[in-house]
């Protein structure tokens, strides 16, 4: 199956317009990922309102180019500043940043960048083969078990909230109340739109996505001040031996990129935790585990690789099952709704043609991301130069210049300038932003394919405890979040106990 839909995708892709298109996402996709703070889900949100004016093959190699150049972006800035771009890199700072002490920062910064190249690659590999079969199997799904999974989804976001998991549901629980806004898809009646013809059509996907991230990040950057700070970085060459360590060290390479893959799969994982992952795995399966954390290209290896195949792992359940596993996804997911395609299995039956592009756009990207990364990396450093003073007012125009050029609507400039304001008090208090963004892409799926599943009921809930497969999915869905609070009440008693030992203390 894999190989018809590549070979439909060939014509429409291999065009000059589209690789054009894709080059251009990725080399701006890793100028936003090296900037501190930004990364690759705003460029996706400011580039989408450009993308819906292509043709949809070039609209999604651009969005897609700018996905895995932000990925591997963040990385330039972990290795030469200690300041992750994105937080995706942040383990990459563990190793990338003591290799550049040294004196290796070009051979660090050349390392990461093929490397992720190169995970990218397996991650596609990955993408092109299992994609097919799952959407084959997907393909006997009805609306319980599409609901079944789109709760999956949201559960599984806010699980991997580290930490935060009732925060994480909080946040997701909102952003699922706020995707019920508008038009009601099966009786045309407009809910809580408080008779705002504005929010008739619902809240749009790219603005509230620009004042989550942008506004509430440029919010924090000018709360903390620091406005003329610049690193005064020198420009340099990438070596040769920063592409050859990859070879020395294919075992770490494939089996990173290979977690990195499985865990982008798993919905709400996303390419933070499978970095992370791959850093101590790689770590405890090592001859000299003592050496990671000093600067060894083993580190850096095992984080870059793996957190760009994740992005492949991340659209294997996005374009099959419709699941998003992160806000970049979901941004995606998003994106090729606008173009009037549907996510999901019968996307792989009527748009084979699309979804070969897609397959075709993101190895292309890893390819684009090799050779631009390397070449332009004079230019990426003279970037990370740029003061904070200046770099401020031009995203915050770029924001409102994407944010209204969507619809071109002013109430769209305000829904971003509502959002951002939101999301910089959630960040104060700690609140995690993924959740919202995925629950509310996740919010239409589940709340169609579950009143679909009680109209086929006739109003009976047991359809989704009598079918084999949605029981299932429900099944986990209750004991993962099971396990998840059951830790979480044994330290609040923990605590709670040790509270009123001290309290006794006190009074004694």
Known sequence: MFTEILSAGFPAFFGIQQLLFTGFGVLMGIIIGILPGLGPLLGLTLLTPLAMNMNPFTGMGLLIGIFVGGTAGGAISAILLRIPGTPIAAATLLDGYPLASKGKAPFAVTLAISTSAIGGIIGGIYLIFLSPLLARVALKFSPPEYFALALTGVVCIAVVSRESTIKGLMVGSLGLLLSTIGMDPFMSNFRFTFGTIALAGGIGIVPMVIGLFAISEMLIQVEQGDFERSPHLKAFLPPLAGITENFKQLFNLFRSSSLGTFIGALPGAGSVIASFVSYAVAKNSSRYPEKFGTGIPDGVIATESANNACCGGTLIPSLTLALPGDPCSAMLLAALMLLGYIPGPRLFVQSQDLVGGIFLAYITSNIFLLFLGLAFLPLFVKVLNVKKKYLIPVILILCAVGSYGMETSIND???????????????????????????????????????????????????????????????????????????????RRKRTLEKNITEENITS
């Open 413 to 491: 400039l305000w829904i971003t300038l509502i959002f951002g304001i939101l999301a910089f008090g959630l960040r104060k208090f700690e609140y995690p932003l993924a959740p919202f963004v995925i629950a509310n892409v996740l919010g239409p799926i589940m709340e169609e394919n579950f009143r679909r599943s009680l109209i086929m009921s006739g109003d009976d809930p047991a359809i989704f405890f009598t079918r084999p497969i949605s029981t299932s999915i429900l099944a986990a869905n209750f004991l993962l979040l099971a396990i998840t609070l059951i830790p979480f009440r044994k330290i």
